[in-house]
């Protein structure tokens, strides 16, 4: 390994500066002097650009595209990159994307040779749009040509930004004699689709916020700023990762393993768990639309589709991040980029539990909020590509106020509630830089060399279990491997 660079404050620290980076450097810092912060004299749709101080790297991913794939390795060269910054671009005016979008770029070692990769964060409807949030690359060139936009022939920031701006106003222009008249006229009408069920989220989040009146305001307030008031915290977890600059040593001394990979760590106060079960009972009977977070909760919400989205990023970023940093350091390393959030909740009458399954997230979080229960118990068995997945680890029993964080290929299953209510708040992390390195890409379902114990099997995804669902699979015939679906 080169020397490390500090990833953690989203700043580069004692880096041996190489090619790409210098360039980056120099362009964010005259693009910076020239415009000033507010990007005066730039087209208005740029919103705001990272400056020069805030590029940040990640030491362990490199891109590498040599064999025209896109692949990830462990990079042993942190100084070659990649390199994110973060800008805001507003969509085409008058279109239904007609709104701010936060989004990150990321510049690969060859930069400005090849353009920078875009991830669009939070929730975007748009047809083009692929798994991480990345636009299909051809956006950078309706004509499909592949080259820069550019006189110089390289693709500087601005030809970035104004491809993605573009990607925001109107149906692609498909090279000449690639589409038919009538296939371009289905993509358009898709393209307009996805952009009108994005502006209607975005209505009912706001109608909920200013016409129905949030039931507790400072959680949009927290939402808004990512100022996360530390009364919201336990005392502990406050001191430890949110003030504690992520020190992993602390962090792992804070933590109790329940089994291995597992752990659960005291997190929030009753204060926040009340707030946000409140918040969800209030949206419940707003009238507006409730999506459910999965196929397997009926009764659940999602966090990101009340408005709560910001909240939720900065629970990520400040407490979620070190936490998976100091206990998952593969399937971290220094970010997540993505997370689906949302309320599970049991009750007698309504969903009572959940089948066996592993999540489709890198490492989820899920913290008890209430409210008073029996039974309800959290069984967890091994991890999905690692052997004994079916052998039975540890039934944790939830505590309000404590987080269990495990890998989302950890498989896990709700008991029964038999008493009360159970509310849980859970975010699904991801970090598509993982998804997409060769140690993710290259697991395997080994076979199973002892038999399953019967608290591990699933009804909805093993051929084996008594009840099974005629959709169940597992055991894989030898081909499907499905690591990032529910098991
Ligand atoms: O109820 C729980 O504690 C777990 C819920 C869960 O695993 C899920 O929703 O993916
Ligand atoms: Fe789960």
Known sequence: MGESPSVTSGKVGPLKVGRPVEALFDELRSIHQKHGDDLKGWPAYVRSLSTADEIRTCEYALFDDTDGKTAVQINDEPEEGPWEIDAVIRGGEGTNYDRDFRIVLTFPGDWPKRPARVRIKGILHHILLMDGNEPMPVFYHPQGTYAPSNTEGTYDIMTCLKAVHGFLSAPLKWPEGSMSPLQEREIARQWEEAAASDAERHEIISKYRNDVGAKHNALFEAADSKVLPRAWFDAEFARVVLDGEGDADAIRAMVKEECTGAYSFPFVTKEFSDMVIEEAEHYQQSGLPVRRPNSMNAYGLILNEIGLEGLMDALQQQAFLPVSRALFPAEVACRFDAHHSFLVHYEIGHDLGLDMHTDDSDITFNTCLGKEFEGAGLTICGVMGEEGMRKLRHVYSHVV?????????????????????????????????????????????????????AQCLSFTHDRDHPNAKPSAWYPPKRSEVRFDKRV
């Open 401 to 453: 106020g404590r987080c269990l964080v495990h890998l989302g290929r950890h498989r896990h299953g709700a008991d029964d509630i038999t008493k009360g209510e159970r509310l849980n708040l859970i975010c699904w992390n991801h970090n598509y830089l993982w998804r997409k390195s060769s140690p993710y890409k290259t697991l395997t379902l080994p076979d199973e060399t002892e038999p399953p114990d």
